[in-house]
């Protein structure tokens, strides 16, 4: 099987195994203010990431690596609702065009068709500097997401199986590309252990990528025959993974993604300390299913919910959101437990 073929079995088996919603976000409350002393016209939705300024709190996050003309097209789809709605976007990752020069416009598409958005460039933590250097300026990236998938690696046939030294490439790149490197997880979470050592080598963010969303163990299992599938429940939810990796930071901003589906997931990831959120299999089949126009009208839609929602909790701000109150319940207060975080 090619590259090709196997990105777009991903994005098949993407849509077909859907999100799980195990993410524990519904652990989460907020506490009803009947004062809260706001108004509609008051609120921004605007958020930064270190100096990078988003329209809005949220972005569509790494979805579409070189699957020849196909994912050239959702590429191009998906960077021209990033324009329209003024949001970042994360390509897939980059290497197949590393390789293989033939798929370089499957990424340059999307600086085309939004020239002044901000784009964040992918590849995996094996990437050298030189091709990281090249995958930035492919787009002309303002950030490099750097992707940690070694559940998925070890479910892939065809998958990696070395994983030692990714920690100290990751410091070269920091270190030596002149664009921030944000590093994600692709659903299976940081935890605090893992968030220490990203912070302790400078990245200027960190992107948990939790559990409870797409999953890429069930996807892989769908492409193998003998199954891996303890794997299938692998991982650290969203919540859990937020508020382990906000637990120990200082002055790393994060990231939260992995299945948030709407604006109350995106609000609570706020709430918990996020800076911004990213979505991606909830867009996909948004754009798969009812195409490019329906997709903009859902992210309308998620920014009027966004500002209904911070409305009701009296936050004009995402920073006077970050203070509102939350009740943990469930199997997320009684993992935070275990795990001794207050
Ligand atoms: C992904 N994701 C991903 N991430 C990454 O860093 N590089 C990549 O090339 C890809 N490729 C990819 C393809 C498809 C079809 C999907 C659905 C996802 C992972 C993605 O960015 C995200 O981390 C996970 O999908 C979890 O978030 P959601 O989908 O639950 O919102």
């Known amino acids: 099987m090619t590259r090709a073929e196997r990105k777009l079995d991903h994005i098949k088996h993407a ?3 859907g999100q799980s919603r195990q993410t524990w976000l519904d652990d989460i409350r907020f506490v009803h203010q009947a004062l809260p002393n706001s108004n509609w016209e008051s609120v921004s939705l605007q958020t930064h990431l270190g100096e990078l300024v988003f329209g809005s709190p949220f972005f569509i996050n790494a979805m579409t690596g070189g699957g020849g003309a196909k994912t050239a097209e959702l590429n191009s789809q998906l960077a021209r609702i990033s324009r329209e709605m003024n949001i970042p976007m994360a390509v897939g990752s980059q290497m197949a065009a590393l390789k293989n020069p ?4 499957t990424y340059s598409t999307v600086r085309k068709e939004n020239p002044k958005g901000v784009i964040f460039a992918n590849l995996g933590s094996e990437a050298t500097v030189d091709q990281a250097k090249r995958a930035v ?4 990236a303002d950030a490099i997401q750097i992707h940690l998938n070694v559940i ?12 030692s030294g990714a920690l100290s490439r990751i410091e070269t ?5 002149n664009v921030p490197v ?6 299976f979470g940081i935890s605090r252990e893992t968030a220490i050592k990203l912070q302790e080598i400078n990245v200027a963010a960190i992107d948990v990528g939790g559990f409870g969303g797409t999953n890429f163990a069930a996807i892989e299992n769908e492409r193998r025959q003998r199954k891996l599938s303890y794997f299938n429940e692998w991982g650290i939810p969203t919540a859990a993974a937020l508020i382990e990796t906000t637990s120990v930071m200082s002055t790393t901003p994060v990231i939260a993604s ?3 589906q709407h604006a109350l997931d995106i609000v609570k990831c706020l709430a918990l300390g996020a800076s911004a959120v990213g979505l991606a299999g909830v867009l996909l089949k948004k754009l798969v299913e009812d195409g490019e126009e329906a997709t903009i009208q859902e992210i309308m839609r998620i920014n009027e919910d966004l500002t209904m929602l911070m409305v009701s909790l009296g936050a004009n701000s995402i920073e006077e959101l970050q203070r509102s109150p939350l009740i943990i319940s469930g199997e997320l207060f009684h993992y935070l437990s275990l795990r001794g975080i207050d």
Do not use: A
């Not at 300026?137 to 002309?140: A, I, K, N, Q, V």
């Not at 790149?173 to 590309?177: D, P, Q």
């Not at 944000?182 to 659903?187: R, S």
């Open 152 to 163: 998925q690696e070890l479910t892939m046939p065809e998958g990696d199986r070395e994983f």
């Open 258 to 260: 992995g299945g948030i």
């Open 137 to 140: 300026d492919m787009l002309e």
């Open 173 to 177: 790149l920091v270190n030596e590309l």
């Open 102 to 105: 033939e798929e370089i416009s």
């Open 182 to 187: 944000i590093v994600k997880e692709t659903g």
């Open 15 to 17: 849509l077909s195994t």
